[in-house]
């Protein structure tokens, strides 16, 4: 039977130019399709992460700085209406982007996120926190850092892992990846305690939960005196449309890949029944010589296998060894979607042959 896979494959070989490209485009077409899978499976959560906070009522806000040289100064006042508000389980708030940016030693250099807020993890599906506060946790592809980490009066030596694929919601950045992020939860006090740039971050990220405006106006004023300007957005207003835009166009690019996928195939299927009919002859003497209708199939399966099978299968899984969203099962769909075509083209491709023997004496 191996024979006879190469005997399969070498018929694909002579006709190169055509098969090569073929395979190149499947292949290509493969990835492509799987890292867009990926990406509409986190906007898809981004979604349902969205309509929590819709909800909720929640309230989020634009920043706009009155400084350019440097962090606004955020007034105490304005810090212990966030933390009296998370205290009363209606707001939360994280730091993304500027946790210690001045020290880029901090955690072993591992980009690191804060939490504050017990209604983050009841807001967010599938972020599961690590409790009692504070705490820290470690995304699936970070290593523990090889020093204690120290931060806001706090000093952590134990880091939970993360599962696979956790991702933080944020209302302007979307789905936030934790897998390669150290994430610190600590409790809402910690905001009198953390360094200028980072507590500018965590009142302009504030989500606030079913606020009254009066509330909301004393948020945005207290910031204001700091030279922090938050502009309020209600997210059942202003996210609907947005994240409507983002799956819209996630869903274009997958079928546009599909259709042109189903194009390379319907080009390979053509090449196939001509290249079938060409060795009607070839599969004649082989029967005449004893071949059976096993031996036949493990031809065609070589053929077909070479240019539908053998080129995307390795790529994808190294794309599935690398992690993040794509170890999610997407990529592993995307192989079997691969399995299954090649078997109804092998499938095809038998029937086809079947035919040439019945009408080819």
Same mark, same amino acid.
Not at 81 to 95: G, K, P
Not at 125 to 140: I, T, Y
Not at 313 to 321: N, Q, R, Y
């Given at each position: 039977? +191996?024979? %006879?896979?190469w005997g399969?494959?070498r ?5 190169w130019?055509?098969m090569?490209?073929l395979?190149?485009m499947?292949?290509?077409?493969c990835?492509?399709?799987?890292l867009?899978?990926? %990406?509409v499976?986190?906007q /898809?959560k ?6 929590e906070?819709r ?7 634009k920043?706009?700085?009155?400084s350019i040289t440097?962090?606004t ?7 212990? %209406?966030?933390v009296?508000?998370i205290?009363?389980e209606? $707001?939360?708030t994280a ?6 940016v001045?020290?880029?030693? /901090? ?7 804060l939490?504050f807020g ?8 599938d972020?599961?926190l690590?409790e ?8 699936a592809e970070?290593?523990?850092?090889p ?5 806001a009066?706090?000093t ?22 934790l897998?390669e992020?150290?994430?610190l939860?600590?409790?809402p006090e ?8 980072e507590?500018e971050e965590?009142?302009s990220?504030a989500?606030?939960?079913e ?16 030279e922090l ?6 997210i059942a ?5 947005? +994240?409507?835009?983002i799956m ?6 997958v079928?546009?890949l $599909? ?5 390379v ?5 053509a090449?196939?029944r ?6 009607r ?5 082989r029967?005449?010589h ?5 031996h036949?199939?493990a031809?065609?399966?070589g /053929?077909v296998?070479?240019v539908v099978l053998?080129p995307?299968?390795p790529p ?14 997407v990529v ?9 075509v /090649?078997?109804?083209?092998w499938?095809w491709?038998m029937?086809?042959?079947s035919?040439?023997?019945?009408k080819?004496?």
């Amino acid at each position: 039977m +191996l024979g %006879d896979l190469w005997g399969g494959a070498r018929m694909a070989l002579r006709r190169w130019p055509t098969m090569l490209s073929l395979a190149a485009m499947i292949a290509l077409s493969c990835l492509v399709l799987a890292l867009v899978l990926a %990406d509409v499976l986190v906007q /898809f959560k981004a979604l349902r992460g969205a309509h929590e906070m819709r909800e909720r009522g929640a309230v989020v806000f634009k920043p706009y700085y009155g400084s350019i040289t440097g962090p606004t100064a955020v007034p105490d006042r304005a810090v212990s %209406d966030l933390v009296e508000l998370i205290r009363e389980e209606r $707001a939360y708030t994280a730091v993304i982007n500027n946790v210690r940016v001045d020290d880029p030693g /901090f955690a072993g250099g591992a980009p690191t996120v804060l939490f504050f807020g017990s209604e983050l993890e009841e807001t967010i599906p599938d972020l599961e926190l690590c409790e009692p506060v504070p705490c820290a946790m470690r995304g699936a592809e970070l290593a523990p850092p090889p020093e204690p980490v120290e931060l806001a009066g706090h000093t952590f030596t134990t880091f939970q892992r993360l599962p696979h694929s956790s991702a933080h919601f944020d209302a302007y950045l979307g789905a936030v990846p934790l897998d390669e992020r150290l994430v610190l939860n600590l409790p809402p006090e910690a905001l009198s305690r953390i360094d200028a740039r980072e507590r500018e971050e965590s009142m302009s990220r504030a989500v606030l939960l079913e606020v009254s405006e009066s509330e909301l106006d004393a948020y945005v004023a207290g910031n204001a005196d700091g030279e922090l300007y938050l502009i309020p957005h209600r997210i059942a207003v202003d996210q609907p449309r947005r +994240l409507a835009e983002i799956m819209v166009m996630s869903a274009m690019y997958v079928v546009g890949l $599909a259709a042109f996928l189903t194009l390379v195939l319907v080009a390979f299927a053509a090449v196939t029944r001509q290249t079938l009919h060409r060795q009607r002859a070839v599969f004649a003497i082989r029967r005449t010589h004893g071949a059976g209708r096993g031996h036949t199939a493990a031809r065609l399966a070589g /053929f077909v296998g070479l240019v539908v099978l053998l080129p995307p299968l390795p790529p994808l899984v190294g794309l599935w060894l690398l992690g993040g969203p794509l170890s999610s099962g997407v990529v592993v769909w995307v192989m079997a979607f691969v399995v299954a075509v /090649f078997a109804v083209l092998w499938a095809w491709a038998m029937r086809r042959q079947s035919g040439h023997e019945l009408k080819g004496r």
